[in-house]
């Protein structure tokens, strides 16, 4: 069956870095888009960050623009998100996404699977 699965998350001072990564299996890596998306207790599950099939399709949301960087390798079918210069408001629970159709996706309800997330908290 496929599986997602994130891993990378932490504690972090503001102004720190992080690196998730998602391993998949269970797919045909190459032949999926991938997100990665966080959410916050009691708020909706968005996206930070998508990537095309190929890797050269990219976009971010406004809040993490020059900050955060998507990133694929697909011999290695893993999908990986740096984060630099985190602020407290970059705490979240991230998971990464995988869909099967083409073209830019920024709706959690469009993907097909999920990971089971990771946490990122950073400090003040």
């Known amino acids: 069956q496929v599986q997602l699965v994130e891993s990378g998350g932490g504690l972090v001072q503001a102004g720190g870095s992080l690196r998730l990564s998602c391993a998949a299996s269970?797919?045909?890596?190459?032949?999926?888009?991938m997100g990665w998306f966080r959410q916050t207790p009691g708020k909706e599950r968005d996206i930070v960050a998508f990537?095309?099939?190929?890797?050269?399709?990219?976009w971010y949301t406004d809040s993490v623009k020059g900050r955060f960087t998507i990133s694929r390798d697909n011999a290695k079918n893993t999908v990986y998100l740096q984060m630099n210069s985190l602020k407290p408001e970059d705490t979240a629970a991230y998971y990464c996404?995988?869909?099967?159709?083409?073209?830019?996706?920024?709706?959690?309800?469009?993907?097909?699977?999920w990971g089971q997330g990771t946490q990122v908290t950073v400090s003040s």
């Open positions: 990537i095309s099939q190929s890797g050269s399709g990219l």
């Open positions: 269970g797919l045909t890596f190459s032949s999926y888009a």
């Open positions: 996404a995988a869909r099967a159709r083409g073209g830019l996706a920024r709706t959690a309800a469009t993907y097909d699977y």
